[in-house]
Structures are given as C-alpha cells and as structure tokens.
C-alpha cells in the first residue's frame, strides 16, 4: 500500500462547478499537508500549505485536512478553465529537514 | 526572478551514454533535490541534498549521481543511460524545513 493515494482521473467539470480533489494516506507521522498545482509540460508549483487538521482558505482554493481520517481535500469554487491542470498533494513530518510524499496527482480539465 | 534553471530542456540521449542535467537556484536554499515523474507514478525522489557539500539517496537512486559544490548548483549525472531512464526530470529545492519545494521547469530526457 502506498504511503499517498491519489485518484489520478481524469476529471472533467463544467465552468463554474465546485471541484473537490482528495487524497488518503497512511502515516499518521504526516503534520504538514500541501496541494501543488502542474500545467501540461510545467514543473509542479506550490498552492496551498496547511498544518495538522483545519481547513485554509485562499480565494477559490480551500484546503481541508481531517487527521482523524487521514484525508485531506481542495476544493475549487468557481472552477475557471485556467484551472485545469494536474494537481498533486504532498505532505510530511514534523521536526527539522522531513522528506515530502507526493500523490501520484489529479488531473481536472474545466469545461467552458 | 528566475528561482530555478534547468537545462537542457529536452535530449534525445542513445543508451550507454553518459549525460548531466544541470540545476541551478538564485534563492539561496539550502536544500535541493532531483525527482522523475513517470505516468502513473508520480514524482520519486532520486538524490538530495541538505546543505552544499552533502548529499543522500531518495527513492529510486541507481544510475544516477549527484555533487553539491555550491549553494546554487546540483547536477545529476546519468553515467550510462538506459532506456527505463527514459523521464521527465525535475529539480527542487527548499529552506531547511523542506516542506515548501520550489521546482525548475524540467528537463524531458529520452534515452534510446
């Protein structure tokens, strides 16, 4: 079993549908939990960064995170065309320099 | 600002050859690190580095080699490609906590 699961599907919404990306993990060690964004043919860039459980709003983009569950979810609201891309949870210990464990990534194609 | 470099962009490389991926970042972290990206396998960690003069092995580390001269610098080099090397190839690098990882643009490598 791996450490990130990660639907990898593609998914495909309408403009303007709200979007909910998730993945599972395992290792309850995980603290920090991140959503990083890729464009076709582009390096990975950092979209959102959350400690332990909580949720974290950045205009469209909420982060949510349920340790108890060891589950965590974006969620996109007002989904652009400029949305579609691979997204790819990551996440890590607590304590000095600790590896990142990235999902294998979601790819969301919004419809106009 | 440029964050990270990478060159070549792209090679077409014959196997048995040997090749180095350049990595260069103008943000002064102390952390850098090489990872692949594969088709239904994600983003695995080759090598990386905390701090300019040491490096260590990630996930999947055979075939390839790093150095860590400098801050800025951390070339892979593959001493004889194989035809599985066949990737994407992305740098990082992050401050010391290594949870926030800033990504070059990538290098497609295609070993024949």
């Known amino acids: 079993q791996k450490e990130v699961e990660q639907d990898p599907g593609p998914l495909s919404v309408p403009e303007g549908a709200i979007v909910s990306l998730n993945c599972t993990y395992s290792?309850?060690?995980?603290?920090?939990f991140m959503w990083y964004r890729q464009y076709s043919r582009k390096g990975p860039e950092l979209l959102m960064y959350?400690?332990?459980?909580g949720n974290k709003e950045d205009g469209r983009f909420t982060a949510q995170v349920d340790k108890s569950s060891k589950y965590i979810s974006l969620f996109i609201r007002d989904s652009q065309p400029s949305d579609s891309a691979t997204y790819l949870c990551a996440m890590s210990g607590s304590g000095g320099y600790q590896k990142v464990t990235f999902g294998i990534g979601t790819k969301l194609q919004v419809i106009p | 600002t440029a964050g990270i470099t990478q060159a070549p962009t792209s090679q077409i490389l014959a196997a048995g050859r040997s090749m180095t991926l350049r990595c260069t970042q103008d943000?002064?972290?102390?952390?850098m690190y090489w990872y692949r990206q594969d088709l239904g396998l994600g983003l695995r960690l080759i090598h990386y580095?905390?701090?300019?003069?040491?490096?260590g092995k990630g996930e999947v580390p055979d075939g390839y080699s790093v150095s860590r001269a400098n801050t800025d610098d951390f070339p892979l080099t593959l001493a004889s490609a194989v035809p599985s090397q066949t990737s994407v190839y992305f740098c990082?690098?992050?401050?010391?906590?290594?949870?926030?990882?800033?990504f070059g643009p990538g290098t497609r490598l295609t070993v024949l």
């Open positions: 943000m002064r972290h102390n952390a």
């Open positions: 990082a690098s992050s401050d010391s906590r290594g949870r926030e990882q800033f």
């Open positions: 959350t400690y332990s459980s």
């Open positions: 580095s905390n701090t300019a003069g040491t490096t």
């Open positions: 290792n309850s060690a995980f603290q920090y």
